[in-house]
């Protein structure tokens, strides 16, 4: 088993619409959780982290469930800028082991 | 703003050449990182150093070493390239109390 999975895609959305990523990780121990997003023949770069309680940045919004090792995120109202390749990605701790997730492509169409 | 540069966009390189791709960062960042990204594969680490001198393996580390002479530079060493070393790869950094990772513009190489 992969120690972060997620959602193969890609999803293929009209304009407007809401769409949810799932990611789920093995490592019970692990400490922080991050969204990244990736263009096209570009680098990775931070979407957002990911806390216990949830969080909310504008029309993105991430989740952890610590209990079942699964992390989503929600992204409403969508935008052609949004179509990207989305990481997710998760570590132990100490800011060194991180662990990617293969991503999941979003293409979002007019 | 970080700022993580890569010393080429894209290279192609024959089996069996030495190839050092270097990264530069200028943030005074501990912990810098090279992975490699593959089509379906996601990113991998190859290795990492969290200070000068200091270096560990990442999950493939095979067919490549590192090296950090000065806090700002991170070079991965290629002995003798090979056609499966052909692949996007990636630089990034961290430092202080975030865990955001920085990343390079990547290099693309090709090995034939």
């Known amino acids: 088993r992969k120690e972060v999975e997620q959602d193969p895609g890609p999803f293929n959305v009209p304009e407007g619409a809401t769409v949810a990523f799932n990611c789920t990780y093995s490592?019970?121990?692990?400490?922080?959780f991050f969204w990244y997003r990736q263009d096209c023949r570009k680098e990775p770069k931070l979407l957002m982290s990911?806390?216990?309680s949830g969080n909310e940045d504008g029309r993105f919004t991430a989740q952890l469930n610590r209990a079942s090792q699964y992390i989503s995120l929600l992204i409403r109202d969508s935008k052609l800028s949004d179509s990207a390749t989305y990481l997710c990605?998760?570590?132990?701790?100490?800011?060194?082991?991180?662990?990617f997730g293969p991503g999941t492509r979003l293409s979002v169409l007019p | 703003d970080v700022k993580v540069t890569q010393s080429s966009r894209y290279l192609v390189k024959r089996t069996g050449e030495k190839v050092f791709l270097e990264c530069v960062q200028d943030?005074?960042?501990?912990?810098m990182f090279w992975y490699r990204q593959d089509p379906g594969l996601g990113l991998r680490l190859i290795y990492f150093?969290?200070?000068?001198?200091?270096?560990e393996k990442g999950d493939i580390p095979e067919g490549y070493s590192v090296s950090r002479e000065k806090k700002e530079r991170f070079s991965l060493i290629l002995e003798s390239a090979s056609t499966n070393q052909t692949s996007m790869y990636l630089c990034?950094?961290?430092?202080?109390?975030?865990?955001?990772?920085?990343f390079g513009p990547g290099t693309r190489l090709t090995v034939t």
């Open positions: 990605v998760v570590t132990g701790g100490g800011g060194q082991n991180f662990v």
């Open positions: 490592n019970s121990a692990s400490q922080s």
């Open positions: 990911v806390y216990s």
């Open positions: 943030m005074d960042h501990e912990n």
């Open positions: 150093s969290y200070d000068v001198k200091m270096k």
């Open positions: 990034a950094t961290t430092g202080g109390i975030s865990y955001e990772q920085y």
